[in-house]
């Protein structure tokens, strides 16, 4: 069975400081991995998108990075401000139409 | 803005009556999905619509119905609500299958009571 599995469940960190959010999965085939940022109240939004062959890839403050040998990936969030205070999600792709979601990490950043 | 529209925002439902969900995109996607999520678990796919005139069922099709009207139009309908049917409806576009990027609406809050 496709799993998608994220820890921590919540995190809570203060303004300013980094923090790195993990992502363990069992998909096969595997295709692509994403990473969405879900604020409270609105629908996901993609941060990052890597194939097999891309170890690491980033956008801004956030860098994720994926070991498709151990079929690990992780997002580090650099400097957070409030505004990232969201819900973070790893979806892994397999073939076809087929978005396998994890339950998704939530993040406050505290002042 | 150029995105996905839904409506509506929110909708409360008495059980065993009928609504349709909404949605619309006008970046000219080929495929569209609908999606439910609910708390403590993954967002879940309930139908896609690969390509205009096409629709197959996702995992948890049971109790909806779905009509791609043209490119940029597909939607969700509740024949008779339940409240299992509680939770967030995601709408969503691609220009095709998961190689693509995906582009969310920013939900339904459907509750039954």
């Known amino acids: 069975k496709n799993q998608v599995e994220q820890s921590p469940q919540s995190l809570i960190i203060l303004e300013g400081k980094n923090c790195t959010l993990q992502?363990?999965?069992?998909?096969?085939?595997?295709?692509?991995l994403r990473w969405y940022k879900q604020d409270t109240g609105r629908g996901p939004v993609s941060l990052t998108i890597?194939?097999?062959?891309?170890n690491t890839k980033s956008n801004g403050r956030y860098t994720a990075t994926l070991d498709a040998d151990t079929k690990q990936s992780s997002l580090h969030i650099t400097a957070s401000q409030l505004s990232d205070s969201a819900s973070y999600i790893c979806?892994?792709?397999?073939?076809?139409?087929?978005?396998?979601f994890g339950k998704g990490t939530s993040l406050l950043v505290t002042p | 803005n150029a995105g996905v529209t839904q409506t509506p925002k929110f909708q409360v439902l008495k059980t065993g009556q009928s609504m349709t969900l909404q949605c619309a995109q006008d970046?000219?996607?080929?495929?569209m999905y609908w999606y439910r999520q609910d708390p403590g678990m993954g967002l879940r796919l309930i139908y896609y619509?690969?390509?205009?005139?096409?629709?197959d069922k996702g995992e948890v099709p049971n109790g909806y119905n779905v009509s791609r009207l043209n490119k940029r139009e597909f939607s969700l309908r509740l024949e008779s609500a339940a409240p299992s049917q509680t939770s967030v409806y995601f709408c969503?576009?691609?220009?095709?299958?998961?190689?693509?990027?995906?582009?969310f609406g920013s939900g339904t809050r459907l509750t039954v009571v």
């Open positions: 969503a576009s691609t220009e095709g299958g998961v190689l693509y990027g995906y582009t």
């Open positions: 992502c363990n999965y069992t998909v096969s085939p595997f295709s692509n």
């Open positions: 890597m194939t097999f062959s891309e």
């Open positions: 979806v892994v792709a397999n073939s076809g139409y087929a978005l396998n």
């Open positions: 970046m000219n996607h080929n495929s």
């Open positions: 619509s690969a390509s205009e005139g096409t629709t």
